[in-house]
């Protein structure tokens, strides 16, 4: 499973963004996915996830009410739409997958559950 991650850029506090990413190889419609962001300094941390068949998402709390994940399992691809953008969401967002999903939610939070990565998009939010 490769992963393309695309579109991040510079936006102004109270913004909206969306990045995407695409999959190739595999089995799309299987692959637990979620997006993470690293700032600098800091560690990597969970955004959201989205169950395979879009039947459930799950956002950090930093985000819920302003992040939206999306899939479509036919076009091989995953979006987080962010609105109200703050300062504090500047950083590398990168997508990930695991090539099967478990019982539970919170494992999608944790990014060593992923094996697949992609490359990372910078989203820079200016004041």
């Known amino acids: 499973v490769q992963l393309q991650a695309s579109g991040g850029g510079l936006v102004q506090a109270g913004g909206s963004l969306s990045v995407s990413c695409a999959a190739s190889?595999?089995?799309?419609?299987?692959?637990?996915m979620g997006w993470f962001r690293q700032a600098p300094g800091k560690e990597r941390e969970f955004v959201a996830a989205?169950?395979?068949?879009?039947?459930?998402?799950y956002y950090a709390d930093s985000v819920k009410g302003r992040f939206t994940i999306s899939r479509s399992n036919l076009k091989r691809t995953m979006s987080l739409q962010m609105n109200d953008l703050k300062p504090e969401d500047t950083a590398i967002y990168y997508c990930?997958?695991?090539?099967?999903?478990?019982?539970?939610?919170?494992?999608?939070?944790?990014?060593?559950?992923?094996?697949?990565w992609g490359q990372g998009t910078l989203v820079t939010v200016s004041s």
């Open positions: 990930a997958a695991r090539l099967s999903e478990m019982a539970g939610t919170d494992w999608r939070r944790d990014p060593h559950m992923y094996a697949y």
């Open positions: 190889g595999g089995t799309f419609s299987n692959l637990g």
């Open positions: 989205i169950r395979r068949s879009s039947s459930a998402t």
